[in-house]
């Protein structure tokens, strides 16, 4: 992970909580706070090694992951998944100060996000669970819990906070307008499966084109972009968890050149297939 960020001045941490633990255990929350960002605070992960969820508490900030960008605002909730490149910027065109509580989560966070179905989430506006973000402050005041209990609360937590945003998620889906529901699922069936534009132009009867400015309009990306994020997230999950070969791993997720998914994985996340697995070794592998 490198983080980078222009001046330490720039940002000032208050209930800075750290969790550190000698467990062999799947999943760790290491270290949560809240951070209140000056107007030019911007921080930088690439490929990181952990997953990040916030809540805004006030003002606003941008949220990059990979090639998806997000203005994050009062009561919205961003993921930063591992093995991403992350970027958090705060918006310099507004005098309010951004303040947001974040969560660093260490281990398979990437099994627990696709558990939720929240994989290929990076930004869920308007969720109104500050008290759920509050937990883990909360918990801390306990002062007779022992470092095995903190671990598995903190972690009911993080858990808790993944369901409620899958609620939110799923009860807003009835809001898209029917076509835009049709067409997510009809992208989330074909999974890693090898893409056809003129077949799925076929089967909803209108252009490409049209289907993908339904689709952007409503959920924010393209269809290719869409698809693209859900393989790659994919790849990265199985080149974390199992013994799978590049070659093996290409042809699951729909392409028959490896050397093409090679190319484009290294595009999309700064690190070939190889470098990846080799930076974030499994606990099964390294074990």
Known sequence: ??????????????????????????????????????????NIRTISEITVIGYVLAGQGTIRVDNLSFLAQENDVFILPKGSHHEVTADPSTKEEWTYIWYNIRGNSSRLLETFRLQSTVHIPDTGIEHLFRKGFELMEQHDLDNEQLHIQLVLIGTEIMAHLANILEKRKSLLPVSVQEIKQYLDQIGTSKFDSSQMSKYFAMSFKQINRLFKKEIGTTVYNYLMTKKMKTAKILLEDTEMSIDEISYFIGYADSHNFSTLFKRKTGVTPTEYRKKNPSRQRSD
């Open 1 to 42: 992970m490198r983080a980078k960020r222009r001046d330490e001045s720039m940002m000032r941490q208050t209930q800075l909580h750290f969790n550190p633990s000698n467990m062999r255990v799947p999943l760790h929350i290491p270290m949560f706070g809240i951070n209140h960002c000056d107007a030019d605070y911007h």
